[in-house]
């Protein structure tokens, strides 16, 4: 038998490479014979978390038929976010907490998804469900996760649940959460050895509402002028991206994590869109949104609904 | 605010209406103002059910936008087995068994499916994790759920966990499985008084496979004479159908349950794929299907695998 392969999202964050590590390591606890891999090298912040708890990097796959036919998936659904030939195998499992789009099944399987800040969070409840303990540089690597996907408890993704799951996780792990946290996310701001192709790339989404192509790339940051100084060279490897793919709308977010705010960058022929989505005016294409830290959130639904119009 | 309603599927089995049931007194016990309802009237196993454990019938609705905006899915997630408007509401929880498809929600929410025989094997396990004890008769709509959907055991969809939960569920309602199964399992076989329109939509599934209209409906007997004797009616029924709805392929199953075999009615234009898929050669129309119960893993992936060529 091959192994199964658990797989997080393309452009892989913290939450979506941890928990392929977290899920992989329960799922072999209970028997069965799995690996975590990713679609992606991990990003500075999630280096930062495997090398803080000594955890091995997972292997990086660009396809997944050609050495298993079974996949279980973490922190994502929509095909167009995984691997690319998740259409000819079987999906056994999903553990996320987004939205379900463009995903199906031939056959029935086991889909756990809760509207939680974080996939980490679930597993720590599976890891409860089947009594297995949970060794401390896992309980370390699923606390990065919860850190990272609500910006330290600040995001309104967040729930009671993802904090408590936090606290539980940091005691196990032996680390002061925030402490920690604020080294993680720091970690995952130092960008200076990307370019602007780069940036633009490590954290970012696509979806289709009403025939529009949009892309939604986010960037954390402690300080704006750290990407804005770069403006002209993102510009214009955002406009090489629209042209070689397309895309309506591209909208670069950038997220100051210790503000708690975000300015975006807009750019594709339904660029206008993001004024009437969050009320505000595009001055060269950019704008402020106070209190905005949550693509899915604050971001996804209200672009959807304006694109819906 | 407005009662979220539980909903089970459109020609409802013993399962989607006792799920809903169980699901709904459960989200109650938990906080929220819930409501179970029904896409259809009980039929005759699952008014036997809810006779003998003394509960409700569950109000019939036809559409819910116009009485509340948000809903809870039970044994099903596909949109044409739901309530007519279910794009206009919020899904806020699926409970399932299913596979996935044709679904999908703008919002994260609560997603629970497993691959075991029966929804409420699933929703035993919640009132476990949320610790709400169940009583005696919620157990034994629970029970008959199981019972009904794996053919009191028998099916090869039903999983250890399946068995484990009827026999946890029979003591708390204070029954034999074994011989209230085979009463309850009787009693949906009492077709007497259904005409042939009603016998070949009691319970009756739509698909579509690579752009063809696939129905089967599902019968089950202790005697196939009580169902062939009738066969000329129910052919033209099943004519009228594929006429109106453009159907390819409509396959009667009809199940002994005692013996767990089935015969099969193969109408429409593409009614000869079901020798393919099944192996068998048809003669007017019908052929026999050893050990064959289970529409779900031995009916419809055969189909679907027939039509994909």
Redesign the interface.
């Known amino acids: 038998m091959s192994k199964i392969l658990v797989i997080g999202h393309q452009n892989p964050d913290t939450d979506s490479i941890t928990s392929a590590i977290s899920f992989s390591y329960l799922q072999n606890a209970l028997g069965k014979n799995t690996e975590a891999v990713a679609l992606g090298a991990p990003n500075e912040e999630t280096q930062f978390a495997l090398d803080y708890f000594k955890a091995e990097t997972p292997r990086v796959i660009s396809g997944a038929s050609n050495e298993t036919r079974e996949v279980m998936l973490v922190d994502h659904n929509e095909f167009q976010q995984s691997v690319p030939d998740i259409e000819e195998l079987t999906i056994l499992a999903v553990i996320d907490?987004?939205?379900?789009?463009?995903?199906?099944?031939?056959?029935?399987?086991?889909?756990?998804?809760?509207?939680v800040g974080c996939t980490q969070t679930i597993i720590l409840k599976l890891y409860k469900?089947h009594q297995i303990e949970i060794p401390s540089h896992i309980a370390g690597l699923m606390l990065s996760g919860i850190i990272s996907d609500t910006l330290l408890f600040v995001s309104p993704t967040c729930t009671d649940e993802d904090i408590k799951a936090a606290q539980e996780l940091a005691k196990i792990a032996g680390v002061d959460p925030e402490k920690y946290g604020l080294d993680l996310l720091k970690a995952g701001t130092n960008l200076s050895d990307k370019t602007a192709e780069e940036l633009i790339s490590l954290d970012a989404k696509s979806f289709e509402v009403n025939g529009k192509k949009v892309r939604v790339a986010q960037v954390n940051t402690i300080d704006y002028m750290d990407i804005f100084s770069k403006k002209a060279e993102i510009e214009a490897a955002i406009s090489r991206q629209v042209n070689d793919n397309g895309y309506n709308l591209f909208l670069l977010v950038v997220t100051n994590i210790l503000d708690s705010d975000s300015r975006i960058f807009a750019t594709g022929s339904s660029a206008q869109v993001t004024e009437q989505a969050f009320g505000i005016k595009l001055e060269n294409g950019e704008a402020f949104l106070k209190g905005v830290v949550s693509r899915?959130k604050q971001i996804i639904?209200q672009l959807?609904e304006a694109l819906s119009n």
């Open positions: 907490h987004h939205r379900i789009s463009n995903f199906h099944t031939a056959t029935p399987l086991y889909y756990r998804a809760e509207p469900e899915k639904p959807t």
